[in-house]
C-alpha cells in the first residue's frame, strides 16, 4: 500500500494559481496511476486530473482542461497540479489517489482508486 500527503492548499481570489503537491511512501509508484480529485460541500467527488506514473498518458476533466497541469517529479516520487485562472467553482477539498490497476492508463472513477491522500482545501474567492 502506497501512502500519500498532499499539500499546497489555500485561498486564494479568482484568476489566481495554486499548486498542489502529492508525495507518495511506502512503496515505488512506478507502475501506478496517479489522480487528483475534488469534493465541493454538498456535492459528489468528481475527478479533475490524472496521469500514468510512467509513461506519458495524462487525463483532465473538462471544466479544468486547459487552467490545471498535472506532473510528476520521479526522483521525489510527487505529484503536482498546478492550477491558474482559479474560479471560485474550483473551491474544494482536493485528494490525490493512487490506482495499482495497470487498466485504464488513467481511471476516473475514484472507487478504482486503492490509496487515498487526507485532503488539502482550496477556497477561491471572488
Known amino acids: 500500500q502506497v501512502q500519500l500527503v498532499e499539500s499546497g492548499g489555500g485561498l486564494v481570489q479568482a484568476g489566481g494559481s495554486l499548486r498542489l503537491s502529492c508525495a507518495a511512501s511506502g512503496r515505488t509508484v512506478s507502475s501506478y496511476a496517479m489522480g487528483w480529485f475534488r469534493q465541493a460541500p454538498g456535492k459528489e467527488r468528481e475527478f479533475v486530473a490524472g496521469?500514468?506514473?510512467?509513461?506519458?498518458?495524462?487525463l483532465y476533466a473538462d471544466s479544468v482542461k486547459g487552467r490545471f497541469t498535472i506532473s510528476r517529479d520521479y526522483a521525489a516520487n510527487t505529484a503536482y497540479l498546478q492550477m491558474s485562472s482559479l474560479e471560485p467553482e474550483d473551491t474544494a477539498v482536493y485528494y490525490c489517489?493512487?490506482?495499482?490497476?495497470?487498466?485504464?492508463?488513467?481511471?476516473?472513477?475514484?472507487?478504482?482508486?486503492?490509496?487515498w491522500g487526507q485532503g488539502t482545501q482550496v477556497t477561491v474567492s471572488s
Open positions: 496521469l500514468r506514473w510512467s509513461g506519458s498518458s495524462t
Open positions: 489517489a493512487a490506482s495499482i490497476l495497470p487498466y485504464p492508463p488513467v481511471p476516473t472513477r475514484g472507487p478504482l482508486y486503492s490509496s
